[in-house]
Structure formats: C-alpha cells, structure tokens
C-alpha cells in the first residue's frame, strides 16, 4: 500500500476552520429561504441549492452541503439542469482550493462562468464592547422598518439598485428581528439616515459576517470598520470566539487591519441571464 504522510496539527486546524465556514456559508445562504413564500430549497447529492424565486443571484445560490463533500460532473449536470428551468440567474460557491479546483473541472462545461474570486478570512471575536464611532450611530436592527432601511441600503450595493435584493430581505424581516435570530443586522447611521450596515450570521460554531456595506457617499470614513466592530460585538455577546468573511482584494486590506487573515480562497461562478 502507498504511504501516506502523517496529517499535522496545524492541517487538521486548518481543516476544522473550513469545516465551520463551510456550515456558516451553507447555513447563510439558506436559512430563510423557508421562511419568504415562492423561495425554495433542494439537495442534489453533495449539494445545496437555495432559490429564493426571484430574478436576483444574491439569494439564489448552491454550494456544497459540508466540507468533506466533493462536486463531480454528474452532480454539476443535475444542477445546471435544474438552475437552468428557472429562467432564473445563480451562483455557485466554492470554498477552498480543492472545491476551487473541482469546480474550474466541471462546471464550466455545463455553462457556468467564473465571477470573483475572493479571499476566505477569519480572525478571532475581539472582547471589547461596541459605540458609536467614525461619526455613526449604531444600532442592532430590530424592527421591519430597520429591516427595510437595511435592505435598501444593501440594494445600492448594485447600479441600478438591486430591488429584488431589498424583496427578499423585507419578505424576510420577520424571522430577521426574531429574538434568537441566527442572522443580526446592525446599521450605521448618519444624520438619521441608515448609511452603512452588515449583517453577522451565527452558525458552525462561527461568527459570519455578510452584506457590508456602505453608501457610495460615504465610503472613505472608516464607516465599514465601525459596521464590523458593531457587528463583532453581537457575537461576543452570544458567546462565539472565531469570525469568518469572504472579501474582494480591495476589501481584503481593511479586514486584516482589524485582525482577520487569509486562510483559503472562494470562488464564484455564475449561471443564467446574468452570466
């Protein structure tokens, strides 16, 4: 029989890490999906599909169901098959350079293109508590109202606006507001006016952060900071150690300043209209 090397420590750590952010990725992308009339959910094999039923690829995604799984053509078949009877756009997510490498293999042949690429990150949950800096009153959203004033910030995260972004997030507020909410969504505002925000997801025993974003006018203010160290706080104060992101290059530099480091990579791919 062939030898096989000894698995280090530090390769088995490694690997618990993106076991979690693997969970804390699948969980985000389709715990609500129940919860917003017209969304659904479906396993194909190894894989999650989650399709919120609207013409936006935000919350219509697949990834794999955990960290041991592997993607093969048969199941990267299945999913185009399917992705592609909606008429609807998606995503596809590969998290660390093995899914990475598995998915540049197969997907491409049943119509999916590669999107960003991005850098996974974690970093510890830091203990000190939240306020207000950078010129932002923060907040915890806790009320559909904020949801909204949420939503419709995220939605300027795209030019024209991403209404069905916003749709699903509204159609969402209920289960978001929920005491004991897997996902918290904290906003910043300035003068009143809700101009920066992020959304801090809880699951596999990590801290998640998503969907941070600031208006364009006031981007430059270390208002994303301050987003992140608010939502940071909510985790320490549900009792979780470890935060997880997955950032563009130009975001990746503000995230190591508040002590998050590159541990793998992420991959998109795109399928449908949007493609």
Not at 21 to 46: F, I, K, W, Y
Not at 165 to 170: E, P
Not at 175 to 196: A, D, E, F, W, Y
Not at 227 to 256: D, K, N, P
């Amino acid at each position: 029989m062939p030898h096989r090397p000894a698995v280090t420590d530090d390769e088995r750590a490694g690997a618990a890490t993106m076991a979690a952010v693997q969970e804390n990725l699948r969980s985000h992308a389709s715990h609500l999906h129940h919860l917003v009339p017209g969304a659904t959910t479906h396993r194909l094999g190894p894989v999650e599909l989650a399709d919120s039923g609207l013409h936006h690829d935000t919350f219509n995604t697949l990834c794999l169901a955990s960290w041991s799984a592997s993607l093969d053509a048969t199941t990267a078949e299945r999913c185009a098959g399917l992705v592609r009877g909606t008429g609807r756009p998606f995503s596809f997510w590969a998290l660390g350079q093995r899914q990475v490498d598995d998915a540049r293999r197969h997907l491409p042949r049943v119509g999916f293109v590669a999107a960003e690429s991005e850098a996974v990150m974690t970093g510890p949950v830091p203990e000190q508590r939240w306020g207000a800096t950078s010129g932002l009153s923060v907040e915890v959203v806790e009320t559909p109202e904020g949801v909204a004033e949420y939503a419709e910030l995220l939605a300027h995260n795209w030019t024209p606006p991403a209404r069905d972004v916003a749709r699903f997030l509204v159609a969402a507020a209920g289960h978001l507001t929920r005491p004991g909410s897997r996902s918290v969504l904290v906003v910043g505002r300035h003068r009143g006016r809700v101009v920066s925000g992020a959304e801090v997801h809880l699951a596999g025993g990590v801290a998640g952060l998503y969907g941070v974003a600031t208006l364009e006018a006031h981007r430059g203010r270390g208002h994303a900071s301050t987003i992140v160290s608010a939502a940071l706080g909510v985790a320490a104060s549900r009792g979780y150690a470890r935060t997880c992101l997955q950032a563009t290059e130009a975001g990746a530099g503000i995230y190591e300043r508040l002590g998050y480091r590159r541990v793998d990579v992420c991959q998109e791919y795109a399928f449908g209209p949007s493609a």
